[in-house]
């Protein structure tokens, strides 16, 4: 396995951003350039941009988050962008959903070195979530999917008006534009594409928002909504 290089200092910018956790944001970025590499979570070749291209490229995602809401982080990976987002929103109750094991053992020992008791990590694939995790205000997820498939995961997973927040590259007016029939079905109603980071990063980040109507998941996913309820207040009533 290539050798990774060494984590540079972390950047002015970084404290600024992170406040009173920027000394766990330092340790979660030498977890990603130690652990993370040899796991086989992040790419060597990630490390000397760790905190430019990943931790504050996620972190400045806060932006476009509402105060003291429920998120779920889709294919959450290393954490990215769940755990920055958690390191400066501690008023987020945050879900890391994740389906490999070895990624999820390592966001819980995160997790749990960070002091991170507003995020939960649950292993398992956000297709089969509909019924088990409550519904949450926001979806956030980052380098999972194109649009549309991603979307077909994120957004059933919505409380009605909830919105998928997605960080993306250049391509985001295009995705956007291909996906506009997909997403339609799933209940979208209404798209834009916001640029966050300003003084923070440069390229700014690109967040691609997704805002439902009352029928998160469009009518594919009423019935199997409405089943899952039932389920859930059966088990209850047991």
């Not at 959903?97 to 956000?126: I, K, N, S, Y």
Request: charged residues 25%; hydrophobic residues 45%; glycine residues 10%.
């Amino acid at each position: 396995m290539e050798e990774a290089a060494e984590l540079p200092p972390a950047p002015e910018a970084a404290r600024a951003v992170f406040g009173d956790r920027f000394p766990e944001a330092v340790r979660y970025a030498e977890l990603l350039a130690d652990a993370g590499v040899k796991r086989g979570l992040i790419g060597p070749r990630e490390v000397p941009r760790l905190w430019e291209r990943h931790l504050l490229n996620c972190a400045v995602l806060s932006e476009a988050v509402p105060d003291g809401v429920t998120v779920c982080d889709v294919g959450s990976g290393a954490g990215l962008p769940g755990i920055p987002l958690a390191l400066v929103r501690p008023d987020l109750q945050i879900t890391l959903l994740e389906p490999l094991l070895r990624r999820t053992t390592f966001l819980q020992e995160v997790v749990e070195l960070l002091g991170l008791d507003h995020v939960t990590v649950v292993r398992g694939r956000a297709e089969e979530m509909l019924g088990k995790v409550e519904p949450v205000h926001v979806v956030t997820a980052r380098a999972v999917a194109p649009l549309d498939r991603l979307a077909g995961w994120g957004v059933p997973l919505l409380r009605p008006y909830g919105e998928m927040l997605a960080l993306k590259g250049d391509t985001a007016e295009e995705e956007l534009k291909s996906a506009r029939g997909a997403l339609s079905k799933l209940g979208v109603v209404r798209t834009s594409v916001l640029q966050v980071g300003e003084g923070v990063v440069d390229p700014l980040s690109t967040v691609v928002r997704v805002e439902v109507g009352e029928s998160p998941g469009g009518v594919r996913f009423a019935a199997k909504r409405a089943k899952a309820a039932r389920s859930t207040r059966s088990r209850r009533r047991r």
